[in-house]
């Protein structure tokens, strides 16, 4: 955590504080952070409409490099991020395998894993979710991941 403070003198009460979390911090395409977004929650509408998505979001980018002073072409043109989209989405249909499952699980049958893990190391196998749901999903997305020659 950061704190900030507007009185020095007086450092026992922060104005501001931000949480930070470094524990998977590395250098990496963009795409690693959206393709778990988009793969773990978005809709087959969405998906079917990725690359207006993905439009949007190299829009806000490079208007971000530009006010920074820089020139998005030349650091990551789109078509880097269509390439990387081809080499690094595979990231998030793999995290999606997991997350898809804990989303679909109703929350009466979540699994508190502090008691779990004192009772069984398999607790998660056991448990309760939507099946049916899941493999829809994960087909859905397995497609997609064909239609946009990302396997």
Same mark, same amino acid.
């Given at each position: ?24 911090? +590395?250098? /990496?395409?963009? =795409? ?10 978005? @809709?087959?509408? #969405?998906? *079917? ?40 989405? +595979?990231? /998030?249909?793999? =995290? ?10 109703? @929350?009466?049958? #979540?699994? *508190? ?39």
């Amino acid at each position: 955590m950061m704190f900030k403070y507007e009185n020095l003198a007086n450092s026992k009460l922060p104005t501001d504080m931000r949480l930070i979390d470094f524990q998977v911090l +590395r250098v /990496g395409s963009p =795409v690693c952070d959206l393709s778990y977004c988009l793969y773990s929650g978005a @809709s087959k509408k #969405v998906l *079917d409409n990725l690359s207006a998505f993905l439009k949007v979001y190299y829009d806000s980018f490079s208007s971000f490099v530009k006010s920074m002073g820089s020139d998005p072409e030349k650091l990551f043109p789109f078509s880097a991020l269509m390439d990387h989209w081809k080499k690094y989405s +595979r990231f /998030g249909l793999i =995290v999606s395998l997991t997350v898809i499952k804990e989303k679909l699980t109703p @929350s009466e049958d #979540v699994i *508190d894993l502090t008691d779990a893990l004192e009772i069984d190391g398999h607790i998660l196998t056991k448990q309760k979710f939507d099946e049916d749901g899941y493999r829809k999903r994960i087909r859905e997305l397995l497609l997609h991941m064909c239609e946009v020659d990302a396997l």
